[in-house]
């Protein structure tokens, strides 16, 4: 019974950080507050809110709605839950953001560098979105899976249904992009398949302090911090618990959910396409080319780009001086060659090589994931702006179960699991 009770104990002195940006929210921030409290976990939970907006927007007539809305959110919190969720003000006059330097970005770093000014080094930190909500039990998984060798998790997520056709339409295209994006990095192994999302990630308080926690950017924050992450150890991407991101309309952001959703309803199918698959294959040829790169260069179509990009025809060889083996050589190339690299060069390849992404889209799971079931969705000129929406949301649950199978191998392989 001692024995029990000290470990129970201990148990309990884990911390579980719970970090949310709120930006004129109001409609959704309860429910996402109801789901983290209510989740069961066999740890401390405290979270944290950071309300914020540019300053100047209360000299703007066409923001002033916002920072008003905000401040009756700072009153909202306050009075409802008191000293169970710390708010943080950023949106009061002269507590907003000054200058260049604004938006969700900023909010999460002053966030997570507050947690970690108190955090303990196994601590979780988990990061979520006010129009948030996941399965319960998520909290808990987490928690269990960050004590082994993994230092952080991107979780899967899933967005509903709204009911309103032209949004879900746009919502299940961008999906279906992001969808193809991952599931086609982790088919050919790349260090940096994850779904940047802000509302997925989860991490040790020692991986995010290691890495510098988030950067400023106005939007994009959730790619560049998952990208660090990654370059210090891989991230384990399966759960058995979904996160379900709102499916809404909305500009806060330059670019994400809502914006995408808004211009996919405008018919701007072409800003979030699906790439080819042989776009990646080219990256994974060069990736086999590493150990001939350790001695020598070698063409391909990717190392070549990487020169024109880098400037530098001769960039290996400072990463060749900086290592010892093989394997070293191949984590410095990796280090350089990253995520952010491997997206330009996919968007520079589909430009090049351009293809509709329906026809990408019948070439991925054709060569690499066939199935009777797609065949009745693919009619020979089968078109994602027109195909009955059950057939466009049924193609977006068979990439999320393939997605799924995916993420659970990748962490069997690194012994996440």
Request: glycine share 4%; charged share 20%; aromatic share 14%.
């Amino acid at each position: 019974m001692i024995y029990f009770c000290y470990y129970y104990s201990y148990k309990m002195q884990k911390t579980v950080y719970i970090i949310i940006p709120v930006m004129d929210e109001a409609d959704y921030l309860p429910h996402a507050l109801s789901c983290a409290m209510e989740d069961n976990v066999e740890a401390n939970v405290q979270i944290s809110i950071c309300v914020n907006q540019p300053d100047d927007w209360w000299h703007l007539p066409d923001k002033k709605d916002v920072c008003i809305a905000n401040m009756q959110t700072i009153v909202y919190i306050k009075s409802t839950y008191g000293n169970k969720v710390q708010v943080l003000d950023y949106a009061s006059p002269d507590k907003g953001w000054k200058g260049k330097k604004q938006g969700v970005g900023c909010a999460r770093r002053v966030l997570m560098q507050r947690v970690l000014s108190e955090a303990k080094a196994d601590d979780v930190i988990v990061s979520m979105d006010a129009d948030t909500c996941w399965q319960k039990g998520y909290l808990q998984y987490i928690v269990q899976h960050l004590q082994g060798k993994s230092g952080a998790l991107c979780a899967p997520y899933y967005h509903q249904l709204s009911g309103m056709e032209a949004q879900d339409r746009a919502m299940l295209r961008y999906e279906i992009y992001m969808r193809t994006y991952l599931i086609n990095l982790l088919r050919i192994g790349s260090p940096y398949a994850f779904t940047a999302l802000g509302s997925v990630i989860a991490c040790r308080a020692s991986s995010a302090k290691a890495v510098g926690g988030f950067d400023t950017q106005m939007s994009g924050e959730d790619f560049y911090f998952l990208q660090k992450l990654a370059k210090s150890k891989p991230v384990s991407l399966y759960s058995p618990y979904a996160v379900y991101p709102a499916n809404r309309v909305s500009d806060r952001v330059p670019y994400g959910t809502g914006p995408a959703i808004v211009k996919n309803m405008q018919a701007q199918w072409d800003t979030y396409p699906v790439f080819a698959p042989e776009s990646f294959d080219k990256i994974k040829q060069t990736y086999l080319l590493i150990p001939q790169l350790y001695e020598q260069d070698m063409d391909s179509d990717y190392f070549c780009f990487l020169k024109e990009m880098f400037k530098n025809q001769h960039f290996l060889q400072a990463l060749r001086k900086n290592s010892r083996t093989v394997n070293q050589f191949s984590k410095l190339f990796h280090q350089k060659a990253d995520a952010l690299r491997e997206f330009q060069y996919l968007r520079y390849y589909h430009a090049k090589h351009f293809r509709s992404s329906e026809e990408n889209l019948r070439t991925l799971l054709e060569q690499y994931y066939p199935s009777a079931d797609e065949l009745t969705c693919f009619e020979a000129d089968f078109d994602m702006s027109t195909m009955p929406l059950q057939s466009l949301n049924a193609l977006r649950n068979r990439l999320y179960d393939i997605e799924i199978s995916l993420r659970k191998n990748h962490d069997i392989e690194h012994q996440y699991i």
